[in-house]
């Protein structure tokens, strides 16, 4: 073989990896679509649910039975006021809502089991985030923590009705560690076990 070859050859295995790898960066890799899991998302009819949640829980679980809240934001394109009607699931037993905008017309005597939260046209209804209405999954049917999730139906009166898949969300801050061991041995101590 002579060394123009040989060296040519030589060349192209010592760049092969280079090129590999590139071929991977750009456009349509599988990275360039991936987004933080920060809660799920869903469209029905001109609404737009985005970032629904549980908030991470005491201790990083759910218990049986517990409540927890739901939060997140439905987001309207829509022309007109559209009207979440109800929200129901399988695994937990009932929802609870605390309006403040509502309480007004609950103390007129107007109850019922319309959730009626107003989802305003072009606006976004926030649930849960101190801005909004306050909405509580009462009595969840089992133990649920981080990476678990909740089949969360909700019904608009005009856009209609999607489930979806609400996850148990992570810690937003940094979680205490419990005390940490001690490599050193006490003092006067040597790695024997005596002096």
Known sequence: MNRALRAAAM????????????????????????EQNVG???????????????PYPTGGQ?????????????????????????????????VEVVDPS???AAA???????????????????????SGPAVTLVGLAEEIGVGQYVDVTFTFEEAGEV??????????????RGEGFDFHHGEGEEAGGSE
């Open 11 to 34: 060349g192209a295995l010592l760049l092969s990896p280079v090129v590999l790898t590139a071929c991977s960066a750009g456009q349509v890799a599988q990275t360039n679509t991936q």
């Open 40 to 54: 799920n998302s869903a469209d029905v009819g001109a609404l737009s649910l985005r970032n629904l949640q549980l």
């Open 62 to 94: 759910y218990a049986s039975g517990s409540d927890a809240r739901l939060v997140g934001a439905v987001a309207s394109t829509a022309a007109s006021d559209d009207t979440l009607v109800s929200i129901t699931g399988e695994e937990f037993e009932d």
């Open 102 to 104: 509502a309480e007004a």
């Open 108 to 130: 007129d005597g107007a109850a019922s089991d319309d959730l009626g939260l107003t989802v305003p046209a072009d606006g976004v209804l926030h649930l849960s985030d101190g």
């Open 163 to 176: 489930t979806v898949a609400v996850p148990v969300g992570i810690a937003s801050r940094d979680l205490p």
